[in-house]
């Protein structure tokens, strides 16, 4: 096991590396812990919940709106939660984030930790202290920051994690190693994703190495207001894609990659062999890189994101791989462009 503690806005987060969900009773008392999980991780994991009082969801995406969130509020009023009680998500980002929410707004914020149990949410939405709930089209429209204690990293909750949400957690590591690693890219690239689901040790430095890399992005941000709109490079596209088909959020952000390297080198940011780099090092991890789409309609939902201001919009794009910057893009370039970059 090794430990890293990071001070987010006076909040402390303590990271749990490489350890084993057992060693939880160590860290926290078990009367005063309340397990959040859904209905999958709790078939393959009950039995490590039994020394404690638990909450049951129903998996997945549709189920992280407000219907979510109070079935869990309910559920903490029935047990009589206090300030003294730590509520626990065991699972993907689907139970981070309704955890983390949950928890920030029952009785203005009890305490909160978080296990993750997918490649996704170690890497991605466990780490920063943002949750979201969607409702309808709109993904994260609702949601609070707030972070957890501590985070605890069992790597083998993975054993049993579906070959698709390994791609999509990877789509988000790729995302990472593109706007401020260039090392971990060729890392990536001499590697693949049997050899990380072989691996435990090369999946665990794999692991802290993205937490340390988003940590750092969330710290830098106090300072630097922006810096966290690198975490949405693909993620603008990606979204627009991702609303129109069903496809899991890790496919769309592959998608929408593709369409920002290929924005990027339009603008002379990024040369064409750079984004057939990327390109590959997506399909070495089973990745998606091209869709059957409407790209008019994707624009249709562009133009309505939440990063549009007036006739620009702040996009990420790749100035050469490892280096992700903010750019102002023309609403007009963007719809001129959709067609021949999706
Ligand atoms: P995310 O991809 O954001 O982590 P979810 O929370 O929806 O999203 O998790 C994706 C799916 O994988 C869900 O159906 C969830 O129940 C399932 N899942 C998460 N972790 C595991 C695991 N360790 N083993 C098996 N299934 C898992
Ligand atoms: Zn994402």
Redesign the pocket.
């Known amino acids: 096991m090794s430990q890293a503690e990071f001070t987010i806005s006076d909040s402390k987060v303590i990271c749990y590396f490489d350890t084993s969900f057992t060693q939880i009773s160590r860290i926290v008392p078990p009367e005063n812990l309340i397990v959040v999980t ?4 709790d078939g ?2 009950g039995h490590l919940f039994l020394p404690f009082r638990k909450i049951v969801i129903a ?3 549709n189920n ?1 709106n407000r219907a979510g969130a109070d079935f869990i509020i309910d559920r903490l009023i029935e047990m009589e939660a206090d300030r003294s009680t730590l509520v626990l998500g065991v ?7 309704l955890t983390g929410y949950a928890a920030s707004v029952y009785k203005r914020g009890i305490r909160l930790a978080f296990a ?6 170690m890497v ?2 466990a780490i920063g202290g943002k949750n979201g709930l969607n409702t309808g089209f709109l993904k994260n429209i609702i949601g609070t920051t707030y972070q957890p204690e501590f985070i605890l990293f069992d790597y083998n ?6 070959a698709v ?1 390994w791609e ?2 990877f789509a988000e590591i790729i995302k990472h190693a593109c706007i401020r690693d260039m090392q971990m890219f060729e890392t990536l690239e001499r590697l693949s994703l049997h050899d990380y689901r072989q691996d435990a040790s090369l999946l665990a430095s794999l692991v802290e190495e993205n937490v340390k890399l988003k940590m750092q992005i969330v710290l830098e941000d106090a300072y630097d207001r922006d810096l966290r709109l690198l975490l949405n490079f693909g993620h603008t596209i990606g979204h627009a894609v991702e609303n129109l088909h069903a496809i ?3 496919h769309a952000i592959s998608i929408g990659m593709v369409a920002a390297c290929n924005l990027s080198e339009k603008s002379g940011y990024l040369h064409f062999e750079e984004a057939q780099r990327v390109v590959r090092l997506l399909e070495r991890y089973h990745l998606p890189v091209d869709l059957e789409t409407e790209p008019a309609r994707v624009f249709e939902i562009l133009k309505s994101d939440k990063k549009r201001d007036g006739g620009f919009m702040n996009f990420i794009m790749l100035q050469g791989i490892g280096n992700g910057m903010i750019v102002p893009v023309e609403i007009s370039f963007l719809e001129e462009n959709i067609s021949a970059v999706l």
């Open positions: 859904d209905e999958n991780i393959f994991y998996p997945g995406e992280k699972g993907g980002g689907v139970v981070t984030d993750p149990t997918s490649v996704l949410a991605d939405a909750f993975l054993t049993t994690l579906p949400e999509s957690g899991p959020h890790g």
